[in-house]
């Protein structure tokens, strides 16, 4: 049969599991009842060993009768912490404060769609197919870098990975060379300083007005310290002081996000908020507390491998295809592709009509299920065509 045929016949189940799924989702690291639906559905197929590389995630593979390269597909099965809030779904999350608000739902589908086909066509595939169905990838240090440390992934030759994004219309592919998201790192400051009245702020050492100033000095580390050509972003997002109008307090305790894309770029961020902290804090007088966290690595593209998943791309889809900028967004694909030679793409799900326009993260997003064959299709061909 032909394989586009196929493709198009696992669509009402790619649907209906994408639907099932939707309606029982479950947070990082807690995903017992969604792997174990995935492992079920994967022991109706033929031709896939299975396996638990950790508690809650899955891995099949698919071994061909040619000879071949090891290609692993990577599809994300966690959900968040948000009360969805659409009323137009009858398959809505049935989980109080629970919803799969970012499409993992629908890349778990999309990777059991293109298990099926795969596995139904042993004959026609070169080498070996991993079908990594990944835990946790909404919370650091994520899902991906468990699955990496088991060493099961060390000797794939290729990793692909996907994305159903509502900043990109229905239809559209979106794929780029090079880095294509950031590195996502986070920090906390605590600042000691000496609590006082209002009105005689002199015998005080006020944290407030060393918080301030700190949150300035971290904006001329991306303006004045780092290229404009290099992407860097510091985000205060939290900043707690106080309990009364007429009182100085004592602390005041600040976290937000860092992103950058270069390792180096990294390490000099990092250093120089330190740095800042401790300047503004020495001249007031005042003790502190910063911690950095590293988060995901950003995912950078193999530049000859994602040549080659545009070449696929374009032949599915012709000019649907287009080149997607660096997003600063966080991703913990970035732990596979830093060992393995990997591509990761953008799949348009976004439809003004149906109201899927939501962005990520929101408690009424919703993707266009007409994008899932996009999807399957670009998994299955990129299995069959990287593994000669």
């Not at 066509?121 to 870098?145: R, T």
């Not at 794929?175 to 005080?204: C, M, V, W, Y």
């Not at 894309?261 to 020495?282: G, P, W």
């Amino acid at each position: 049969m032909d394989m586009f045929k196929q493709i198009e016949q696992v669509l009402p189940a790619v649907i209906q599991w994408r639907r099932t799924m939707h309606q029982h989702p479950e947070l990082s690291f807690e995903e017992y009842w969604t792997s174990q639906y995935i492992e079920d559905e994967l022991r109706q197929m033929d031709n896939i060993e299975l396996s638990r590389p950790t508690k809650t995630s899955v891995l099949g593979i698919i071994k061909g009768k040619k000879p071949g390269k090891k290609i692993g597909l990577r599809a994300d099965i966690d959900a968040l912490p948000i009360q969805e809030e659409r009323d137009d779904l009858d398959f809505a999350s049935t989980k109080e404060g629970v919803m799969h608000a970012c499409g993992h739902d629908g890349h778990a589908a999309m990777l059991l769609g293109a298990a099926r086909v795969l596995s139904q066509n042993v004959d026609a595939i070169s080498g070996e197919i991993y079908l990594i169905f990944q835990h946790a990838e909404e919370a650091p240090p994520g899902g991906a870098q468990e699955m990496v440390a088991t060493g099961l992934f060390n000797d794939l030759d290729f990793v692909y990975g996907q994305h159903l994004f509502t900043p990109i219309p229905i239809g559209k592919i979106g794929i780029t060379k090079g880095p294509i998201t950031s590195n996502s790192d986070t920090f906390d400051l605590l600042i000691k300083g000496r609590g006082g009245h209002a009105s005689q702020p002199e015998d005080s050492v006020d944290p407030v007005i060393m918080s301030t100033q700190i949150i300035n000095q971290f904006q001329t580390i991306v303006s004045r310290m780092t290229s404009p050509l290099d992407s860097v972003v510091i985000s205060t997002t939290q900043f707690h002081a106080g309990s009364a109008t007429n009182i100085i307090p004592d602390t005041a305790a600040l976290q937000g996000s860092v992103r950058t894309v270069q390792q180096e770029t990294r390490e000099l961020v990092k250093e120089k908020m330190e740095k800042a902290v401790a300047s503004i804090c020495d001249l007031y007088g005042a003790d502190y507390e910063f911690n950095f966290q590293y988060g995901y690595d950003a995912v950078v593209n193999d530049e000859e491998k994602t040549d080659a998943v545009i070449d696929i791309a374009t032949k599915l889809f012709g000019d649907r295809v287009f080149n997607y900028p660096l997003t600063m967004g966080g991703e913990d694909f970035g732990a596979f592709s830093k060992i393995i030679p990997g591509t990761f793409i953008f799949i348009g799900a976004r439809n003004e009509e149906k109201s899927y326009d939501y962005p990520h993260h929101h408690p009424k997003f919703a993707i266009d299920e007409d994008s899932l064959i996009d999807g399957v299709s670009m998994m299955v061909h990129v299995a069959l065509e990287m593994g000669k």
